[in-house]
C-alpha cells in the first residue's frame, strides 16, 4: 500500500514537470472546446445546448488521451529505458505499479475534466448533470475500457516511438470519426457506420447521454460494449504486456 | 564459510545460442565475488537469474536458501540490485528516488548513513538527468542499499567511470561489504577484479574458465614471466627454436617471448639478433597479470592449446589453462 501511495504520488509529480504533457493534457482540450464554441457555440444540437454536447465529449477524449498518452506511451518509455525492469527487481508488485499509473491517469482525468467544466460553465452556459452518480458511472466505465485499451496498444509497439505515432493515428481517427469533434450526421453513411467500430463512440454516446438525461435510455448497448472492450483489452494486454525489452 | 549463494550447473538458452553452459560457484557471506570475463560471456544472464529476473533452463539456484525463481518476491526483499544501465525516471530527484524505492520494502535500511557514506547529501535535490555518470551511480548503487540488503548484486558498476571515480566506488563497495553485506559483482577490468575482489570467477562463453582468489591467479601467472620488445625483422619461428624458450607471440610489432629464466631467455634473445643483425627496441622484463591470463582466456581455445602444447614440449610445468581451475 505504501509503495503504491509512493508510486502514484511521485508520477504526479513527474507529470508535473513536464511542462509539454501538462501543455497538451489541459489546454488542448480547452483551446477546442473554445474553437468548437466559436463555430458552433449558438446552436442547439440534438435539442441539447453546444456545451451540454462537446464538454462530455471533451472528458471523453481526455479519456483517450490519457490512456494513450499518459498510460500507454509513458510506460512504453519505462519499458524502454529499463525503468520497469529496476522496479522488477525489488519486491513491488506488476499489479501494484499498474495499479498506480491508473490512479495516476484518473487524477489527470479529474483535473482536465474539471478545467472543461468550469470552461463550459463561464462561456457556454453549461447546465450541471441531471444525475451527477450518472456521469461518474459513464467515466469510470469509460476509464475501465480505455486505460487497458491504451495499454494494449502500448504493448504491440517496438519501442516509445512506435507507440507514440501509433498512438497519434489512433487518437486522430477517433476524434474525426467519433462524433467527438464532428457531428456524426455531416458524414456519408459508411464514414458514420465507421464510427461503429471506434471504441470512443461509445465512450462519447455514453456520456453525451448521461449528461443530458436522466438514467442511460436508449444508451444501455454503450455500456455493454464498453465492458467487453475493457474485458477483452485486459486480457490481450496481460498476455502481450512485456517488464522489459525483449 | 557459510554460502549465500549456491549455483549449481546452471543453464540458459536464448534462441539460437547458450549463452550460460553449467555454470556452478558459490559465495560465501561476507565475501566479494567478481564475475568477470568479456562482453557475451553471460555475466549478466547469470546475475540476472540469480536475481530471479531470468528463467533459468537448468541447474538449481540457491539465494539465502531460498530459489529465486520459486520464491522472487521474498528473495528481492532481501536483496539489491544495480543494473549495467541505470534506470530511473530523468526528472525524478535523488531524494525522491530514495524514498520511492525505500518505500517497497518491508525491512528499513539507515538511509541517513547511506547518504552520509555516499556522499550524496548535496545532490538530494538534484534531478537524476543533471547528475554526472559517476553520481548516477553513486545514486543507483544507493538505490539497491536502500533497505539494507544481505546480498547486492552490480552488474557492471565502473563501466565509463573515470580511474578517480572508479577508485572511489571501490572504497564504497568495501564499504558495504564492512557492514556485513554480500557483494557479487561484474566486472571486465582485471584491475577491478584484483583490487576488490575476494574470489574470481572468469567466465569464458558461458563456463566457468577459472575461480580463485586474484592474489592465487596472480600466482599462477607469476612463473609466466616474459621478456618483450620491437622489432621489424626478428623471426619469431627463430627465437622459438632457442633451448631456453617456450613461447613466442608477436602482436602489433611487439614481441613477446616467455620462459622459465627470462635472464637467460633475453641473453640469448640479443645473441641471436646480433648474429643475425637484427634491430631490437625497447626490451623490457615483464611478469604475468591478471590481465595476460584475461586476454589468454578471452582468446579462447587456440591460445591456450597452444601454451599447454609449448609448455608440454619443453617439459616444463607452468601454467595450465583451463585445468585444475575447478570451483571451490
Ligand atoms: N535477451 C536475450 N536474447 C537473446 N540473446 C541474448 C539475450 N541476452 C543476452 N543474450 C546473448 O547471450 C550471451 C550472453 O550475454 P550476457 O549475459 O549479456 O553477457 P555479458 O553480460 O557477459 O556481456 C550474448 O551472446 C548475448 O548476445
Ligand atoms: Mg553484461
Redesign the interface.
Known amino acids: 500500500m505504501r509503495s503504491f501511495v509512493n508510486l502514484a504520488r511521485s508520477e504526479v509529480r513527474l507529470f508535473f514537470r513536464e511542462r509539454q504533457a501538462v501543455f497538451w493534457t489541459f489546454l488542448y482540450p480547452m483551446l477546442m472546446i473554445w474553437l468548437f464554441g466559436v463555430i458552433f457555440g449558438k446552436q442547439k444540437l440534438g435539442g441539447v445546448s453546444y456545451a451540454g454536447m462537446y464538454v462530455p465529449s471533451w472528458i471523453g477524449v481526455s479519456v483517450l488521451t490519457i490512456a494513450l498518452y499518459t498510460i500507454g506511451t509513458t510506460l512504453t518509455a519505462y519499458r524502454e529505458r529499463g525503468i520497469l525492469k529496476r522496479y522488477q527487481a525489488t519486491p513491488v508488485r506488476p499489479w501494484t505499479v499498474l495499479g498506480a499509473h491508473v490512479v495516476y491517469g484518473v487524477l489527470v482525468l479529474v483535473l482536465t475534466a474539471a478545467v472543461m467544466i468550469a470552461e463550459g460553465r463561464l462561456l457556454f452556459g453549461l447546465t450541471m448533470p441531471k444525475s451527477v452518480g450518472g456521469v461518474l458511472f459513464a467515466t469510470l466505465l469509460s476509464v475501465f475500457a480505455l486505460f487497458p485499451f491504451g495499454l494494449l496498444l502500448a504493448s504491440l509497439a517496438k519501442n516509445v516511438r512506435s507507440a507514440a505515432a501509433l498512438s497519434a493515428l489512433v487518437l486522430n481517427i477517433m476524434l474525426l470519426f467519433s462524433g467527438a469533434t464532428f457531428p456524426l450526421a455531416i458524414f456519408p453513411a459508411f464514414l458514420r457506420s465507421l464510427a461503429h467500430w471506434l471504441p470512443l463512440y461509445y465512450v462519447i454516446d455514453l456520456l453525451r447521454t448521461a449528461w443530458n438525461q436522466k438514467g442511460f435510455a436508449g444508451s444501455w448497448s454503450d455500456v455493454w460494449v464498453l465492458l467487453a472492450i475493457g474485458v477483452v483489452s485486459i486480457a490481450l494486454a496481460s498476455r502481450t504486456f512485456r517488464w522489459q525489452d525483449a | 564459510m557459510t554460502a549465500a549463494i549456491v549455483v549449481k550447473d546452471l543453464r540458459k538458452r536464448y534462441k539460437d545460442r547458450e549463452a550460460v553452459r553449467g555454470v556452478s560457484f558459490e559465495v560465501a557471506q561476507g565475501e566479494i565475488f567478481g564475475i568477470v570475463g568479456p562482453n557475451g560471456a553471460g555475466k549478466t544472464t547469470t546475475l540476472e537469474m540469480m ?1 530471479g ?1 531470468r528463467r533459468r533452463d537448468g541447474g538449481s539456484v540457491q539465494v539465502l536458501g531460498m530459489d529465486p525463481a520459486r520464491e522472487p ?1 521474498r528473495v ?2 532481501r536483496i539489491g ?1 544495480q ?1 549495467q ?1 541505470t ?3 530523468e ?2 530527484r535523488v531524494d ?1 528516488a530514495l ?3 525505500a ?4 525491512r528499513r535500511g539507515d538511509v541517513a548513513k547511506l547518504i552520509a557514506m555516499l556522499g550524496l547529501q548535496p545532490y538530494l535535490g538534484q534531478s537524476f538527468k543533471n547528475l554526472s555518470g559517476g553520481w548516477q551511480q553513486r545514486v543507483s548503487l544507493a ?1 539497491a542499499a536502500v533497505h539494507d540488503p544481505e546480498i547486492i548484486f552490480l552488474d557492471e558498476p565502473s563501466t565509463g567511470l573515470d580511474p578517480a571515480a572508479r577508485r572511489e566506488l571501490w572504497e564504497m563497495i568495501r564499504g558495504l561489504r564492512e557492514q556485513g553485506k554480500t557483494i557479487v559483482l561484474t566486472t571486465h577490468y582485471m584491475e577491478e577484479a584484483e583490487q576488490l575482489c575476494d574470489r574470481v570467477a572468469m567466465f569464458r562463453e558461458g563456463e566457468v574458465a577459472l575461480l580463485d582468489q586474484p592474489k592465487r591467479l596472480v600466482a599462477r601467472m607469476a612463473g609466466w614471466d616474459y621478456i618483450d620488445f620491437v622489432s621489424d625483422d626478428a623471426s619469431l619461428a627463430d627465437i622459438e627454436r632457442l633451448p631456453c624458450v617456450q613461447r613466442a607471440v608477436e602482436t602489433d610489432g611487439c614481441i613477446r617471448v616467455h620462459g622459465d629464466d627470462v635472464q637467460q631467455v633475453a641473453l640469448a634473445v640479443l645473441v641471436l639478433a646480433d648474429s643475425r643483425g637484427w634491430r631490437i627496441r625497447n626490451l623490457r622484463f615483464a611478469a604475468g597479470t591478471l590481465d595476460d591470463l584475461f586476454v589468454l582466456l578471452a582468446g579462447g581455445e587456440a591460445s591456450g592449446e597452444a601454451r599447454r602444447e609449448g609448455s608440454a614440449a619443453k617439459g616444463e610445468g607452468s601454467v595450465a589453462m583451463g585445468e585444475g581451475s575447478g570451483v571451490v
Do not use: G, H, N, P
Open positions: 536475481e529476473l518476491y528481492r526483499e540490485v543494473f544501465m534506470a530511473i525516471q526528472k525524478m525522491e524514498a520511492l524505492f518505500s517497497f520494502y518491508r538505490l
